[in-house]
Every structure is written in C-alpha cells, then in structure tokens.
C-alpha cells in the first residue's frame, strides 16, 4: 500500500513552468508503476503521463507530449511532472496515482490504478 501527496501547483500565465511533485509513503515505492491524471471543469479525468517502476519506461499523453515530462526518484520515493510552455487548456486538477506493477509495465487507464493523491490545482491564465 502506498500514500500519495501532490504539491506545486498554482496559479502560472500562459507560457510559463510549474513542477509538480508527488510524495508516496512506504518502503515498497520502486514496485510501483506512477501515472498523473488531470480533470478540468466540465471534463473528464484525463490521462497525462505514466512512469514504469523502474523509471526506465514513460508514456505521454499526445496532447501534451511536447511540453510535459514524468520522472521519478526511487531513493526519495518522488515522482515529479515537469510542465513547461503551459496553455490555459492545461487549468485543472492534477492527481498522482500508483499501481502495484511487477515489471516494467505502464497503464494510461484511471480504473488501472489502486491510489490516488487528493491532487493539486493548476491554473493557467491568458
């Protein structure tokens, strides 16, 4: 089992960065396939990007796989998302979530995963 909390978000003007960062609890980090989620007003939660445990696989999402990078740290137990040139598009709240993986796996669907941060929000004006 794993805990999750979600920091950095906040209020940033079109074109500019924010990192996102994602602390999980307990020993057991490393077997932990991470993935972040976003859900704006009026919209469906959206898959963003996914990180195998190792860190050696990652997968985008296409509408933002030119702006946005996943990481992780296993020796701090983080996983961050790096969002640069941001678009208002990008308002929303941003969730980090876990899935116990036993191998290099990735999953883009929100129901693949077991935990979920309480998520950070993310604001974007023009």
């Known amino acids: 089992q794993v805990q999750l909390v979600e920091s950095g978000g906040g209020l940033v003007q079109a074109g500019g960065s924010l990192r996102l960062s994602c602390a999980a609890s307990?020993?057991?980090?490393?077997?932990?396939?991470m993935g972040w989620f976003r859900q704006a007003p009026g919209k469906e939660r959206e898959f963003v990007a996914a990180?195998?445990?190792?860190?050696?696989?990652?997968s985008v999402a296409t509408s933002v796989r030119d702006r946005f990078t996943i990481s992780r740290d296993n020796v701090k137990n983080m996983v961050y998302l790096q969002m640069n040139s941001l678009k208002p598009e990008d308002t929303a709240v941003y969730y980090c979530?876990?899935?116990?993986?036993?191998?290099?796996?990735?999953?883009?669907?929100?129901?693949?995963?077991?935990?979920w941060g309480q998520g950070t929000q993310v604001t974007v004006s023009s």
């Open positions: 979530a876990a899935k116990y993986s036993n191998g290099p796996f990735l999953y883009t669907g929100g129901n693949d995963y077991n935990y």
């Open positions: 307990g020993r057991t980090f490393s077997r932990y396939t």
């Open positions: 990180i195998s445990s190792s860190g050696g696989l990652t």
